[in-house]
Each structure stands twice: as C-alpha cells, then as structure tokens.
C-alpha cells in the first residue's frame, strides 16, 4: 500500500509546475526544521516531545496549499496553536511548556506573505487578526511577562502586517509584469500588421511602376511580332529589326529599374502607422536613458522615509529610558548615525549596511542596549530588506551575514537574537527583497524593451520595404533579365536570317513571342495578384521547370547539356526557386557574355547538400552586351548566402567561366 502510494505521488510529481516544485521544497524544509527543533526543545522530556512531535507534519501540510488556499492555511495554522497552547497549558506541568520557537514563527511570516500575495481582500481582512488571537490566547494562558499590548503590536507591525504588504508589492509587481508581456504581444502583432500593410502598399506601387515600365514594353513586342508576321518576308524585316531594339532598350530599362529599386531610400511610412512617437523614446527608436533617474528618485523617497520613521522611533524610545549612559545630545546623536545608512541604502546597500549595524552595535554596548527597544525591531527588517533589494547576489549575500552578525551583537547574542524570533524576522525580509529585486528587474527590463519596440516599429517597417524591394529588383534583374536577354538574341538572329533563310527566321521569331509572353505573365503574376511577400514570388518556379530553362537557353543558340548526379532532390519550394534563378542568371551571363560558347550543367546531390555547377567554354564571338554592371553575381550570391550556403565563381584555365553554387539540405524538424 506505501509503495503503491510512493510511486503514484512520484509519477505525479513530474507534472507539477515550478510553483508546486518550490511549494513542496518549502514545506519539506519547514516540516523538517520543525521536527528536528521539537526534538530539541523536547530533549528529555517525552510529555512534550510527544505534544510537539506532528508539529513538523502540520507545518509542512499547510505549506503545500498556502498559494491556493492562503486563507484556509492561515486558519488551520492559528486553531492548531491555540489548541496546542490550550493542551500544554491544561496537561503538562509551566516548567515542562515549551519555550518560544523559531519555526512556527517563520511559518506566521510565510502564511501571512501568501495571504498579501495569493489572497483576496476578503482573505486578508479575516485572515491577518487571526494569528494575533493566537498571540493574546496564548499570553493569557501563558503568561511571560511581558505586556500583551507590546506583543500584539510586535506581531501586528514585524511578523504579520510586514510579509502581507511585501506579498502584496509582489503580487503587484506580477500583474505587471503580465500586463507589460501582454503589451509586448500586441506590439508585436501591430508591428506584423503595419510591416504587412506597408509591403502590401509598396508592391502595388512597384506594380503601377513596373505595368508602365516593363509590361507595357513586352506587351508592345508581343505586337511588333505579330505585325512581323503578318507581313510576311518582304516587309517584316524593318519589324523585325525594331523588335530587337525594343528588346535591348527594354534590357537597359530594366538595368534602370534593378538600380534604382536597389538604392533608392524606403518612402515615410508613417501612412500605415498611426500610432503617436512612444514617451521616453527618441526619434531613432533608441529609448532615452531615464529608467535609472526615475528609479533612484522613487528609491531616495522612500528609503529617506524609511530611516525618518526608524530615527524618530529611537529618538522617542532613548528620551524616555532611564539607562543611557552617555548625555543625550550624544545619545540622539548616535540615533541619526544609525538610521542615516537607511536613507543611502540604494547608493551603495552592502557598505550602507555594514555600516548600519557598526552603528548599531557601538550604540548598543556604549549608550544603551538595543534589545529591548521595540523601534529597534525595526532594524530586524529594514537593512535585510534593502540590501537585498538593492544589492547584485553577491552583496546581498555578504549583507545577509552583516545583519545576521549584527543581530547577535544588538539583540542579546543567540538567545536574544534567534530564539526571541528576531533572525526568522531578518531572513523573511531578506528573501522578500530578493524576490521583490528579481520581479522589479524583469519589469524595468521588459518595459524598457517595450520602449525600445514602439520606438523602432517604423524602422522595422522601413527595413522591411527595403528588403522586399530588393528581392524584387533582384527577380526583376534574373527573372526579365533573362527574357529580354534571348528576345533580343533570337530577334537578332530572326532579323539576319529574314530573307536567307525564312523558316528559321520564323522559328526564332516564334520563340521571341513565347518568351516574352512568359515574362509578361510572370510580371502580372508576381505584382498583380495582391499577396504579401513570399506568397507568389516573381516568376516563382520549381525545379521541374529548368528543363524548359535550358530549353529557351538552347533555342537562343547556346549549346547546354545537364548531368545529374545522386537522387532528385526533394527541397522545399524557396531553396528550388533559388537554385532556378542562379542557374537562369548563370545562362544568361554565359548568353550575354560568351557568344559561342558551349555550357554544362550539373546537379550534384550528397546527403548533406545539393550543389550546381554551370560551366561555360570560351565565347569565339566579341559580345556587344555592355554595361550590366556586377548585379548577378551578388544576387546569387545573396540568394546562396540566405539559406546558407555559399556562391563561387570565376574563370577558368581554359578562358571559360565557372559558376559553383552550395546548398545545405534544411534541417528536418
């Protein structure tokens, strides 16, 4: 029956979230601080070993649903006291009670946390006076001395009030940070739809501006060719002619077009964006440096406060004893300088503290002892706190020792200082202020990338048109290019040979009509239809069309011949179209700038990438293409480069040229 309960608790286990992970080590190590402390306490004394023994398993049930049930733990907590209070007063002998106890008291700071952080209003109104019953039933039944009213104010003020309004600070400091991510998400998602708005409103602009350009152009051959043909073999020839000019005028335009596309700066943007410049950021999207001047303002309030309230507490304690040994001038005096750190603790917070507790300590053995002043309690929670609010891990660390040292000094050593629940007061403080500093941090971090997100959404716009800009120029210069290039090849030839030999005169004629049909379409595809970028790429085309790429390439009169190597690759659609348009601008280079030469061209697979080779012989005809610039080359090499690969080109021993281009086989997922 345990194992089988043993293993179901395993198996659930790992399913719990970081919450419940860190809510079971806490009630683990406050149930087992617990019994171990019972067991001490109780040593030789089994009437109360066995009144204190399932101490440490109550302990460390209600800490497993304080974040769920805050009230319900605070409530189970006080019954159990009061009825373990009524049980030891009733049964066990006033020499045999047991004395006070550290870690009941660090379970009231906890509980009371949860209730500030997990609670309702309602939890808190019912849930914080209940520990404070337990504090009156218990100096009623067991009296110590001491009055009740200055107990229920420790309690109310130190191990109650306190936790409740640092879990409320942090709970705050959550929903925050929740409300910032969710302001992050919507940037993001306006961000998306102003970039999407704007590429949509600069391809419809490119489009107007390519139709007149470029489609005009090609629609204007398709009807010089068929008044070519319509007029036969005496006087197509004149339109012949005027085809091929039109064509390598179409050509330098589009070179026109491909540069200007290419360098001309991205139009204000501001039309798709209708939101005003963020506070705090400047004109570049850089948010302006104020998040540490607003902070150390707000710090230097209410630390200033903090030590006000501490110094005017010990000033009114120290004039009212009667056992201060030094004139009261310097007694007050000793005040300020053990309250003045307080209001320095966001500067430097180790050395603040360190500071403070020399004070203290100097002030306690020299003028009068600070133990029995409850405004010194004060000190139990203040330097703990800011020095790990304000201090890196490391100092916060070294601060946690100084307090701790500086407890034993000022609080009446061991007994005085732990058993009277002072440093269970000190190390809540303590991890409420790292909690508190790590919330804080993430906020001013996200807040600040929040800034910085608003402030360069129109830059991201900007970059984002000049990109699509640039693919497009880059299609225009491989895609067109190539059209225009055979057209005005072909239209050459049909022109010479016009009269000599006709049926192959009309042969190059009809493939400047097809050629310049599929380059109109692919214009009208890539820019008319209307979708964002990438969903209808100009000219998309598979890897299954480049046999019809070598044809066109062989009807213009270059010589190709292909070899594959390894299986027919299975690539996604981008990386195909990629390898199409390196391969389209290798024949047309090899077209343009080789006139005679003979290409090959290999595809090469291997179980990590698929290469292309075009290689070309020597051209034995001077070529009248001029200009042209490097545009090519750098496209492909940008198109290799983008899905990381990699572009190498250059001559050969043989005069000829050589293009070699790498791609990876993309990563399964």
């Known amino acids: 029956m345990a194992r089988d309960l043993g293993r179901h608790f395993l198996l659930g286990a790992r399913t719990w979230d970081r919450h419940q992970v860190v809510d079971a080590l806490v009630a683990g190590l406050v149930g087992v601080a617990a019994e171990v402390e019972a067991m001490v306490e109780a040593h030789g004394q089994p009437g109360l070993l066995a009144q204190a023994a399932p101490s440490g398993f109550v302990l460390g049930g209600l800490m497993l649903f304080r974040r769920k049930r805050p009230l319900l733990a605070m409530t189970l907590f006080t019954v159990v006291a009061i009825v373990s209070t009524t049980v030891q007063t009733l049964v066990l002998p006033a020499g045999a009670r047991s004395p006070n106890q550290v870690v ?385 090849l072909q239209a050459g030839a049909a022109r010479r040979m016009w009269t000599s030999d006709p049926p192959k005169a009309k042969t190059a004629l009809a493939t400047v009509a097809r050629v310049a049909a599929h380059g109109s379409a692919e214009l009208r595809m890539g820019f008319d239809s209307g979708l964002p970028a990438g969903d209808a790429p100009l000219g998309a085309a598979p890897l299954t069309d480049i046999a019809a790429l070598v044809d066109n390439a062989r009807a213009a009169g270059l010589p190709v011949s292909m070899h594959v190597e390894g299986n027919q690759p299975d690539l996604p659609g981008d990386i195909e179209l990629a390898l199409f348009r390196v391969l389209q601008e290798a024949l047309t280079n090899v077209l343009r700038h080789a006139p005679g030469a003979a290409a090959d061209v290999t595809f090469r697979t291997t179980g990590s990438h698929v290469e292309l080779v075009v290689a070309n012989s020597a051209g034995d005809q001077s070529s009248a293409w001029v200009g042209g610039g490097s545009h090519g080359q750098l496209g492909m090499r940008q198109r290799a480069e983008e899905y990381g690969g990699r572009l190498d080109y250059g001559h050969r021993p043989d005069g000829g040229f050589e293009v070699r281009a790498w791609f990876p086989w993309p990563e399964k997922t």
């Open 104 to 488: 009941p008291i660090f379970a009231i700071l906890v509980l009371s946390y949860s209730l500030g952080a997990f609670g309702s209003r309602r939890d808190l109104f019912l849930g914080l006076p209940q520990p404070l019953v337990a504090v009156v039933v218990n100096d009623l039944l067991q009296p110590t001395g001491n009055p009740i009213p200055g107990a229920v104010a420790f309690f109310a003020v130190f191990l109650v009030g306190a936790p409740a309004l640092g879990g409320r600070l942090i709970r705050g400091r959550q929903r925050l940070l929740e409300a910032l991510a969710e302001q992050r998400r919507q940037l993001d998602i306006q961000r998306a739809q102003q970039t999407r708005t704007a590429l949509a409103t600069e391809r419809l602009r490119l489009a107007g501006r390519l139709h007149e350009d470029l489609v005009a152009g090609l629609d204007s051959l398709l009807t010089e060719i068929g008044v070519a043909e319509r007029e036969g073999e005496t006087l197509g020839a004149g339109s012949v002619a005027a085809i091929e000019t039109q064509a390598r005028t179409l050509l330098a335009q589009t070179r026109n077009v491909v540069v200007s596309l290419a360098s001309e700066s991205p139009g204000s943007v501001t039309a798709v964006s209708n939101s005003a410049p963020t506070p705090g950021a400047d004109p570049v999207g850089q948010p302006v440096t104020t998040r540490h001047r607003t902070a150390s303002s707000t710090a230097t309030t209410w630390t200033a406060l903090a030590a006000a309230a501490v110094c005017t507490g010990l000033l009114l304690q120290v004039r009212a004893r009667s056992d201060v040994h030094v004139p009261m001038p310097v007694a007050l005096l000793g005040c300020l300088v053990i309250a003045a750190p307080l209001a320095l603790a966001w500067t430097r917070p180790l050395v603040m503290t360190v500071a403070l507790w020399s004070a203290a300590a100097l002030f306690s053995a020299f003028v009068t002892p600070l133990g029995t002043m409850f405004a010194a309690i004060s000190l139990a929670f203040l330097p703990p706190f800011l020095v790990a609010y304000f201090g890196s891990r490391r100092s916060a660390v070294a601060g946690l020792a100084a307090c701790a040292l500086g407890g034993l000094l000022c609080f009446g050593g061991w007994n005085g200082f732990v058993r009277s629940y002072t440093f269970a007061a000190v190390l809540a403080a303590w991890i409420a202020g790292r909690i508190l500093s790590a919330r804080s941090g993430m906020v001013e971090e996200l807040r600040s990338n929040n800034e910085l997100l608003a402030g360069q959404r129109e830059a991201s716009v900007r970059q984002a048109v000049a990109e699509e800009r640039a693919r497009i120029a880059r299609d225009l210069h491989d895609s067109i290019g190539h059209h225009l290039t055979i057209i005005a």
